[in-house]
């Protein structure tokens, strides 16, 4: 994360917001109307999105097939997650809700499978075969009740209607951190220098990087996990955890962009998703199991030995 007591940006706002801790800094003050809009507009995202609230639009979906209106958000969320699907041959789907709830990682955070839930895997169901999306008349129609999960961009997109209250309220020079998916605008004289959080130790960092009007998000398999071999990174092609890769960073214009890189990150190398996705200049970095680091020939960053 940065670093606190940022001169270039001394005033802070932190709060709590989609399970998770937020910090924004700014080189001036967020006014009271700007901090009222920002909250207004991440609780809508939470009640359309968030599958672990029986008011959501996403706990609608779960409950019975129909046809459903979608708000705005989903346009782009959904288009991004049919390009991180092809990227990964479907290893990233939108529809893994229902299987991390089997896994334990459900509503009420019991963190307990069901029963043979971890020794009997079952593959999420492919988007088209259970559902489809009309994205000029913004409508989802499903066949089936599907638990629609958008943990892999979510948070990431989240920030960037964030950073769009900031930059309409005249904010030029910030950084926003939302817990692992930050997005800094300002003088590129003055970058937010975050430090790439070691996967087997918090305390540590594997490396450091200098973002400027860029967006840099984080994903570690040790953020949420409950058991041997159980965390939320789910291939969706086989219901099951992955293991190969512990954790991902990635540099992206957008923090919805560098968000779902980071997951896709888990299922595809950052070679083949820089050429996924060449409007990017994608910079990304993964960490493996077994010490072993990849990453892009741009990385702007320093790893250390």
């Known amino acids: 994360m940065p670093?606190?007591?940022?001169?270039?940006?001394?005033?802070?706002?932190?709060?709590?917001?989609?399970?998770?801790?937020?910090?924004?800094t700014t080189a001036t003050p967020v006014e009271p109307?700007?901090?009222?809009?920002?909250?207004?507009?991440?609780?809508?995202?939470?009640?359309?999105?968030?599958?672990?609230?029986?008011?959501?639009?996403?706990?609608?979906?779960a409950t019975s097939p129909g046809v459903f209106e979608m708000p705005?958000?989903?346009?782009?969320?959904?288009?991004?997650?049919?390009?991180?699907?092809?990227?990964?041959?479907g290893a990233v789907s939108p529809l893994v809700g229902r299987r991390l709830e089997h896994l334990g990682y459900d509503r009420d955070y019991s963190f307990r499978p069901a029963p043979g839930a971890a020794a009997d895997p079952a593959a999420v169901p492919r988007f088209d075969d259970v559902a489809a999306w009309d994205a000029d008349a913004l409508t989802l129609t499903t066949t089936d009740p599907v638990l629609i999960d958008v943990g892999a961009a979510g948070k990431g997109f989240l920030v960037d209607l964030v950073t769009a209250h900031l930059d309409q309220a005249g904010h030029d020079d910030y950084v926003v951190?939302?817990?692992?998916?930050?997005?800094?605008?300002?003088?590129?004289?003055?970058?937010?220098?975050?430090?790439?959080?070691h996967p087997a130790d918090p305390s540590l960092a594997i490396g450091v990087i200098e973002l400027a009007n860029r967006a840099l998000c984080a994903s570690a398999v040790n953020r949420r996990t409950w058991g041997e071999g159980l965390h939320h990174?789910?291939?969706?092609?086989?219901?099951?955890?992955?293991?190969?890769?512990?954790?991902?960073?990635?540099?992206?214009?957008?923090?919805?962009?560098?968000?779902?890189?980071?997951?896709?990150?888990?299922?595809?190398?950052?070679?083949?998703?820089?050429?996924?996705?060449?409007?990017?200049?994608?910079?990304?970095?993964?960490?493996?199991?077994?010490?072993?680091?990849?990453?892009t020939t741009n990385f702007s960053g320093d790893l250390f030995a």
């Open 72 to 89: 705005q958000d989903a346009a782009p969320l959904f288009d991004l997650y049919r390009r991180l699907g092809d990227a990964t041959a």
């Open 233 to 295: 990174v789910l291939d969706a092609r086989t219901g099951l955890p992955t293991a190969d890769v512990i954790a991902t960073w990635a540099v992206a214009p957008t923090a919805r962009a560098a968000d779902g890189i980071a997951t896709a990150l888990f299922f595809a190398d950052p070679a083949a998703l820089d050429r996924a996705f060449p409007e990017l200049a994608l910079e990304a970095v993964r960490v493996f199991a077994d010490g072993g680091a990849q990453y």
């Open 3 to 24: 670093g606190l007591g940022d001169p270039a940006r001394p005033h802070a706002w932190e709060f709590e917001a989609i399970g998770a801790p937020w910090r924004i």
């Open 33 to 61: 109307e700007v901090r009222e809009a920002i909250a207004r507009r991440i609780d809508e995202f939470d009640r359309d999105w968030s599958r672990f609230r029986d008011d959501s639009l996403v706990a609608r979906i």
């Open 177 to 197: 951190d939302a817990s692992g998916d930050l997005r800094h605008r300002g003088d590129p004289a003055t970058p937010a220098r975050v430090a790439l959080e």
